[in-house]
């Protein structure tokens, strides 16, 4: 089958390049595209690895009361990694390492630790092909 599109310059441009990068052609880049991107969407897609479980009888911890933390002072803390036990703020600092290693001072193993971005910040939104 053969299938004509008409795109923009940049975006033909944008093709050209990344099947340069590829070592492909910009029709074949094109091909293999949009069956990736088909078979991204396809229900009987396998993921590429292999879950396991490791244990059965370890409680799941709820972590509410850090979320409800977190949107109350995600502007304070914008740009910072966060260790949280509840509401409780451990640490804060500009490195996880940093900020996990204060974390396990204070006696917590199991804390939540996060980098904040503040309302400022759009929502993160994944799905591109490349």
Same mark, same amino acid.
């Given at each position: 089958? %053969?299938? %004509? =599109?008409?795109?923009?310059?940049?975006? +033909?441009?944008?093709?050209? !390049?990344?099947?340069?990068?590829?070592?492909?052609?910009?029709? /074949?880049?094109?091909?293999?595209?949009? /069956?990736?991107?088909?078979?991204?969407?396809?229900?009987?897609?396998?993921?590429?690895?292999?879950?396991?479980?490791?244990? %059965?009888?370890?409680?799941?911890?709820?972590?509410?009361?850090?979320? +409800?933390?977190?949107?109350?002072?995600?502007?304070?803390?914008?740009?910072?990694?966060?260790?949280?036990?509840?509401? %409780?703020?451990?640490?804060? @600092?500009?490195?996880?390492?940093?900020? !996990? /290693?204060?974390?396990? /001072?204070?006696?917590?193993?199991?804390?939540? =630790?996060?980098?904040?971005? @503040?309302?400022?910040?759009?929502?993160?939104?994944? @799905?591109?092909?490349?």
């Amino acid at each position: 089958m %053969t299938l %004509t =599109i008409e795109v923009s310059n940049e975006l +033909e441009a944008r093709l050209e !390049a990344a099947a340069k990068r590829h070592g492909l052609d910009k029709s /074949e880049f094109v091909r293999v595209a949009l /069956e990736e991107k088909l078979n991204s969407q396809s229900p009987e897609r396998k993921p590429p690895f292999q879950a396991r479980i490791i244990a %059965t009888n370890v409680p799941v911890k709820d972590r509410s009361r850090e979320h +409800e933390w977190l949107a109350q002072h995600r502007d304070e803390y914008d740009g910072q990694y966060v260790a949280l036990d509840g509401a %409780t703020l451990l640490a804060v @600092g500009e490195g996880y390492k940093e900020v !996990a /290693e204060k974390a396990l /001072e204070s006696g917590i193993k199991d804390a939540l =630790i996060v980098y904040v971005e @503040g309302s400022n910040h759009p929502p993160f939104i994944s @799905g591109g092909v490349w």
